[in-house]
């Protein structure tokens, strides 16, 4: 039984059945604000629906074609700016990392970059790539690429310095400690930051359907805004949440698998 002091002890440990139970305690007092407020309509209906509301939504939205459209068009568009994201960001990151002159090239001024909203891009990739799926997917790219290229190369420089000089005392090569030592040491982390960045990529997903998108989730939560179909709203949100959360816990699951010794087993 976790005691009270246990629980707020700066990095205490605490059992698996109490966390759980504060995870589903978290949820179930969240849902029942939502109900008492709903229900009750302290919140105009209009603003705020009830959850019955919203399930019905998505009981009759889940038997559209169209809806699993959306949710395919969405998803396919999130993997794409997410896929290009780490194909770039994962290697530039690493050399930033690693190689002092390429954090000089790469690092000022990325972080200059990153504090730009990927929104004010938004008309420059309609001029430069039209309105088509490439600009979808490029909004996407724009609003992951930078945080994932300074969070990748953050990964590399944790890698432990006396680590890489143990390896070069028992006679190894630049290439082979890159390959062999540092490489290795890095990927739970760096595991747990493409975790990080997938979020973000559905973060963006509003964004990239916000102009001139005829399909996809945020598309329709859009719609959805312009005849105050709160409801729809709402299960949109929902249901962009859930798709998220099964892929973070897909990583989660993963990484457990595929590193089982680094810390915490995320």
Known sequence: MDTLSNLFKIRGEMSRKAY??????????????WSLLSYSQLVDPTFL??????????????QSA???????????????GYLFTCLLAVPLGILA????FAEAVLVPLTEFIRYMPATAFIPLI????????????????????FQMLLMVADNARAVSNDLLQ??????????????????????PELMNTMRLIMGWAWSYLIASELFAASSGL??????????????MIFMGILVIGMLGLIIDRLFALLNKKLFPWAEGGR
Not at 49 to 58: D, E
Not at 126 to 141: R, Y
Not at 181 to 187: E, H, I, K, N, S
């Open 20 to 33: 759980m139970a504060t995870v589903v305690g978290t949820f179930a007092a969240v849902f029942v604000a």
């Open 49 to 62: 629906p009830t959850p019955g509301t919203v399930g019905k939504t998505l009981w009759s939205s889940i």
């Open 66 to 80: 169209d809806f699993w459209s959306y949710v395919g068009i969405s998803s396919y568009r999130v993997l794409m």
């Open 97 to 100: 990392g690693t190689f002092k």
């Open 126 to 145: 309609i001029v430069w790539i039209g309105l088509g799926e490439p600009a979808k997917i490029m909004v996407i790219f724009v609003g992951c690429f």
């Open 166 to 187: 143990a390896s070069y005392t028992l006679g190894a090569n630049k290439l082979q400690v890159l390959r062999k030592v540092l490489l290795p040491a890095l990927l």
């Open 218 to 231: 945020g598309f329709m939560i859009i719609r959805a805004q312009r005849y105050l179909q709160t409801d």
